[in-house]
């Protein structure tokens, strides 16, 4: 497998190269306009890799995306939830679909809670073992945090049924074997996280499950009350990148 | 770039006046190339100081174009020789597909996966071009042994009526030597992943 991480540190957001070495083919998810289209290509050429699929664990309101922009310099269309409300066409996943790269192939599971359309990809390297070995979080399971429910939703009562579908999806990653790696959408400061981010930007499932703080809470209500009350502020212009990250026409 | 110009262009390679670097990873060069380009996947990292040595051990007056299936790619490599000051002469950025849309010739190497090939073992001679050293954890059974190195001395030892399915550790000794042996006029395909993957599926091997 082919595993290339790419950051933007100045907001925290991760991306990622992710590669077939036998068949030379590669996704990349999350894909960030600080990092630009041409360095994802030319990532992946360095890797002997031709980009085959293009896909996004959620529509971001933190960060300016380059999912299409790059899918279009591919000739490929956009993963996205079936639930994202984008203005665009797009190639809709479902829970349990998988994306076959060759020996190494991505499952979809839909981790809904920051977003109604937050998807994870558990990553499989079957050259090593039939069980996944990484999981892409997204913006459910942080390094010592989750994420925050209140960006893509207009109520404060949308917020709280958002916590309480987070607290089932950051759950569901406790089925998960202790070794298999967390690597989320982003860390450190990211304005997506709680206060207990860390800056490291990969974990496992093992070690958040014993350290990590949200994790610890095994009470829907609890988990709620401590996520909506250590809310930071919304990161700056969050409608309007959500809005350009849709596809919509956004006034200036 | 125009049709003429693109004909003009596959004269100049096939007469020997223009070398064409194909600049994409050396595996999709494998499955499918222009005859006698020259493999050269560009990266950032030291790829044009490397082509202007190569360049510079060349007969002279050989003029560069470069071949890719990528706008960006294409771009960033023609400006990167070009601050070596070393001129390129024309770009393809269409890639093998617009390529032979026009009409104009390819080496096709077959990628073979290690399920196909144990599937239909009974169609291909095996060549397994790793170094003796490599052979003992196991060979795909009735292979040919023929390190890489030698086998422009050993060709003759083929049968031009067989088709070779071409086997090293990964895959990428293969490639350069199933790209040797099908510019020569030998049907071949090439073990995609390499004994990692036919040992990793748990597929026959022989020892000794």
């Not at chain 1, 600080?34 to 890799?49: F, H, I, K, M, S």
């Not at chain 2, 093998?96 to 390819?106: H, S, T």
């Not at chain 2, 071009?129 to 050993?154: C, D, F, M, Q």
Request: charged share 20%.
């Amino acid at each position: 497998m082919i595993w290339v991480p790419l950051y933007d540190t100045t907001q925290g957001c991760s991306s990622y190269v992710i590669g077939d070495e036998v068949t030379g083919r590669a996704v990349v998810v999350d894909p960030l306009e600080t990092v630009g289209v041409d360095n994802y290509l030319l990532t992946a050429q360095e890797w002997g890799l031709a980009i085959s699929h293009v896909l996004e664990t959620h529509v971001h309101a933190d960060h300016r995306s380059v999912a299409r922009a790059l899918a279009e310099a591919v000739g490929v269309e956009v993963g996205l939830s079936h639930r994202a409300p984008v203005s665009y066409p797009f190639r809709p996943l479902r829970e349990g679909d998988r994306l076959e790269l060759g020996q190494v192939a991505l499952e979809v599971w839909e981790t809904p809670g920051h977003t109604e359309d937050s998807l994870s990809f558990l990553v499989y390297d079957r050259l090593r073992a039939p069980e996944p070995w990484m999981v892409l979080t997204g913006d459910s399971l942080f390094v010592g945090d989750v994420g925050r429910p209140d960006l893509a939703v207009a109520s404060a009562e949308g917020a709280e049924a958002a916590a309480a579908q987070q607290y089932q999806s950051v759950r569901r990653f406790l089925s998960l074997p202790d070794y298999v790696e967390v690597h989320p959408a982003h860390y450190g400061a990211s304005a997506c996280g709680g206060l207990f981010m860390s800056k490291k930007p990969h974990s496992t499932i093992g070690y958040e499950r014993k350290f990590n703080r949200l994790l610890q809470i095994s009470d829907v209500e609890a988990f709620v009350e401590q996520q909506l009350r250590l809310l930071k502020p919304p990161p700056e212009g969050a409608a309007r990148i959500r809005g350009e990250n849709l596809g919509l026409v956004v006034e200036a | 770039m125009a049709v003429e110009s693109l004909n003009m262009l596959w004269k100049q390679v096939e007469e020997g006046s223009v070398v064409l670097l194909d600049i994409r990873p050396q595996g999709a060069f494998t499955e499918a190339h222009v005859p006698g380009a020259v493999s050269a996947p560009y990266s950032r990292m030291g790829w044009a100081p490397a082509v202007r040595r190569w360049l510079n051990s060349q007969p002279g007056g050989v003029a560069v174009a470069l071949f890719g299936d990528n706008r960006v790619l294409v771009e960033t490599a023609k400006k990167a020789l070009e601050q070596l000051d070393v001129p390129v002469a024309a770009t393809f950025e269409g890639g093998v597909a617009a390529w032979q849309a026009e009409g104009l010739p390819l080496v096709r190497i077959p990628n073979l996966t290690a399920d196909e090939l144990v599937k239909n073992l009974q169609h291909w001679k095996v060549i397994d071009v790793r170094e003796p050293y490599e052979w003992r954890s196991g060979t795909i059974p009735n292979a040919l042994k023929i390190p890489l190195g030698e086998l422009p001395h050993r060709i003759h030892e083929l049968d031009p009526k067989a088709r070779y399915a071409i086997v090293c550790a990964s895959g990428n000794r293969s490639q350069a030597a199933a790209a040797f042996l099908a510019e020569r006029g030998f049907e071949v395909g090439n073990l995609a992943g390499g004994m990692s993957v036919w040992l990793g599926s748990g597929h026959p091997i022989e020892r000794g």
